[in-house]
């Protein structure tokens, strides 16, 4: 017995080193990410031990370490004084303002006898610990398993960022985060070696911060549902939604923030985007009769640039911006105005008549300067969306967030100004990350490695003598579609931050997405896990040949689990194995799990698509005809096209597929919402059904915005009917073709 235990813990650690580390192959990798500048593996290992001291000239970084590394290891390892820096067994971080390290810079020497990192500033040293964490196996982001080997491989690693500022960005007004995520959110970008958070915290659809002198705009402004000033939107249904953060919260979050090296850009979006202001406070908006419909299907959401009086107003509010953060900048948006508001108001008018502008876009630049002169009174830098530049110049201090093109950022930097790559078609985690997946895909499909391709200077041929005008990049999750499923906001930022964590770090030429991947897939996903973070994973591929289900594993450890019966796998469902033989491939189903704790979307073989019947169907309803998105749309059977319409759905509402012949088929599929992107689907009502078009019955509820209907055997249908039973939660509804099969 005495020899089997030992024999099984010399296997058992063989195991935990060598998949911690990835050392499976003989040459040792220590899988960082970002992958630091300079890194020289020497041979050997630190050990970590109970009696292990952290020397730091930082007391607040000694303290994150030891709490880090104490309680996944739960050694109590101590802090010392910092006399003591000869010392053997220790972690010494040692900060030098004279030395040539750059700010954000380290140089990291682990030895069998003591970890140093020197840097010029606590920054620096802050990174030097970050690294030292990837270091030590995935699990100490966690709690104690009790089988770890704290060892730390002999290396010299000399490191700095490319470029200063590497950012996310976060709505917090169209799906409300509270503070327990905002906090593990910034935990998770210092582990990133990122270091600017901008809070997108007002929109047309809430708005989240305190201001003392309006009260009302979190009182009512923050927000949405029946009876409130805000209609209910993106999922929020027949219900109260919404949420704010008071002054002193937000106070408590930049410190923690700061803490980390992480700068928070507050950004209050104007003069679109304003919905929540203007249904707050009407006189802040325009006086046009008629309704424009900004992009995102929104009316009374621009402020009025002729109203003098809101002058004082946005001075009342930045003023308590500028106090509470202590950013140099403030970020204005001024994103996607719908003009035609402005055009059809009095006041602007007059303005534009008084001021000798010819088009709407002077009022836009007229707009900017004066919120510009408000912010630069307060001690305060600009920062707005690539419009602000459309009508006109700027103070050469703002700065430009480029986000519509890659001719962006060369645009503004050849205006002189300083610019950071926000590019929807890189950066927008709102974007699907494959065709199946939910998302939007108005930018582009945007996988993992469209996110590493980005070079922030090649990308748009940013001449040499401007780099140093491109302040860096940062990833975005603009919040329409993150009401489910659980965690889905999570599966959007990750891995996509990874690697726009080490786009922004490391050097150009140092950059390969392969070996990227290898060091993601070997270890970097058992930190994310380890973090805490609810991660995506690939789907597997699966196609269909000669009788055979085969499937390729997306990950060399991917585990693949499917059913065999049409429903979802989970984590009890067959493990593959190889072949399947069967002549029913579309019953088969499969998707990848991680630790059978969350798993990838589902999928069927890729080379078999359901034969849909394609009977002609007339529509009856009690909406009305939209000429973009018409309803004939939803009699073409052509899957990708939808009908819109024309206003939002009330209890009572019908649309009515009515076939000229009735139709023989096992079941049909009720879709509503925009295809493959689940927007403006009917969230409250079922369907009727009639086999002969006078006697209709009650079929299904709609559930996810869709309902099925299994016929009688052997009768057939006539007509299929849905019925509104509530208001849905958008200013419009989207229809689709029914699936018949
Ligand atoms: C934006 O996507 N409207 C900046
Ligand atoms: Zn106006």
Not at 549 to 567: H, I, K, N, Q
Not at 581 to 587: A, H, L, M, S
Request: charged letters at 25%.
């Amino acid at each position: 017995m005495k020899h089997f235990i030992s024999f099984f813990s010399i296997v058992l650690f063989f195991i935990s080193v060598f998949t911690a580390y990835g050392m499976e192959d003989e040459e040792y990798s220590p899988n960082l990410i970002p992958k630091p500048q300079k890194t020289t593996v020497t041979g050997g290992t630190f050990c970590l031990n109970p009696s292990t001291i952290i020397i730091s000239d930082d007391p607040f970084n000694a303290e994150y370490l030891a709490g880090i590394l104490n309680s996944s290891t739960g050694f109590g390892i101590e802090t010392g004084n910092s006399d003591d820096k000869e010392m053997d067994n220790a972690i010494i971080l040692t900060i030098d303002p004279d030395s040539s390290i750059p700010q954000e810079g380290y140089i990291l020497s682990v030895t069998p006898e003591k970890v140093v990192a020197k840097s010029s500033t606590s920054k620096g040293s802050f990174y030097a610990i970050q690294t030292l964490l990837q270091l030590l196996p995935p699990s100490v982001y966690g709690t104690p398993t009790g089988y770890e080997q704290w060892e730390i491989p002999c290396i010299e690693i000399e490191d700095a960022p490319r470029f200063p500022y590497r950012g996310l960005m976060m709505d917090v007004s169209r799906t409300f985060f509270d503070l327990d995520y905002i906090y593990k959110f910034l935990d998770w970008m210092a582990y990133h070696k990122l270091n600017v958070f901008q809070w997108h915290i007002t929109d047309d659809n809430g708005w989240r911060i305190e201001i003392k002198k309006y009260p009302e705009l979190t009182e009512k402004g923050a927000w949405r549902g029946p009876d409130e000033v805000l209609p209910a939107a993106y999922g929020s249904g027949n219900k109260r939604y919404g949420g704010f953060y008071t002054q002193k919260e937000i106070r408590e979050v930049i410190e923690y923030a700061a803490k980390r090296n992480i700068e928070i850009i507050p950004e209050i979006d104007m003069p679109g985007h304003s919905k929540a202001v203007i249904s707050t406070y009407p006189h802040t908006g325009c006086d046009n009769e008629t309704h424009f419909v900004s992009v995102n299907g929104e009316v009374k959401n621009v402020w009025c640039v002729g109203n003098e009086q809101n002058y004082k107003m946005l001075d009342d509010i930045i003023k308590e911006i500028a106090s509470l953060f202590p950013s140099k900048v403030i970020h204005v948006g001024g994103d996607e105005v719908n003009m035609d508001n402005w055009k059809a108001c009095s006041k602007c008018h007059a303005l534009m008549e008084r001021e000798g502008m010819e088009q709407e876009a002077e009022l836009q630049n007229y707009f900017m300067r004066k919120v510009e002169r408000i912010i630069n009174k307060y001690g305060k830098t600009m920062a707005g969306w690539d419009e602000i530049l459309d009508g006109g110049e700027l103070d050469p201090g703002s700065i430009i967030y480029s986000w519509r093109s890659v001719a962006k950022p060369l645009q503004a930097v050849e205006r002189g100004y300083r610019t950071v790559l926000q590019l929807s078609e890189y950066l927008y985690f709102d974007m699907k990350q494959s065709p199946a997946e939910r998302g939007h895909n108005w930018a582009a499909i945007i996988p993992l490695e469209k996110v590493y391709s980005l070079d922030p200077i090649g990308t748009s041929d940013i001449p040499e003598d401007k780099e140093n005008l491109v302040l860096g990049a940062q990833g975005a999750l603009w919040a329409e579609l993150l009401n489910k499923p659980a965690r889905f906001s999570e599966y959007q930022y990750y891995p996509r931050t990874c690697a726009l964590s080490e786009m922004v770090w490391t050097n150009q030429g140092s950059r390969n997405f392969k070996d990227f991947e290898e060091r993601l897939e070997k270890t970097h996903f058992e930190r994310l896990f380890h973090m805490g973070i609810a991660f995506r994973i690939e789907a597997p591929g699966v196609t269909y040949k000669e009788n055979r289900l085969m499937v390729t594993l997306p990950y060399d450890w991917a585990v693949v689990r499917y059913t065999t019966d049409g429903s979802e796998p989970d984590c009890n469902s067959n493990i593959y194995t190889g072949d399947i033989v069967t002549f029913e491939p579309e019953k088969f189903k499969f998707a990848t799990f991680y630790k059978d704790l969350f798993k990838s979307i589902t999928v069927t073989a890729d080379n078999i698509k359901p034969d849909y019947l394609k009977p002609e169907t007339v529509i009856e309803t009690s909406f009305g005809e939209q000429r973009s998105f018409p309803k004939s749309n939803v009699s073409d059977y052509d899957f990708d096209t939808y009908w819109r319409t024309e206003r939002t759905g009330v209890a009572g509402d019908y649309v009515t597929y009515i076939f000229k012949e009735p139709v023989k088929c096992n079941k049909i599929t009720v879709n509503t919402s925009i295809p493959n992107i689940d927007l403006y689907g009917v969230t409250d009502g079922y369907i009727e059904y009639t086999y002969d078009g006078k006697e209709w019955k009650k079929g299904d509820k709609m559930e996810d915005n869709a309902a099925t209907l299994i016929p009688e055997k052997g009768k057939a249908i006539k007509g299929v009917k849905i019925v509104f039973t509530d208001s849905t939660d958008a200013l419009c509804v989207a229809l689709q073709d029914l699936r018949i099969e």
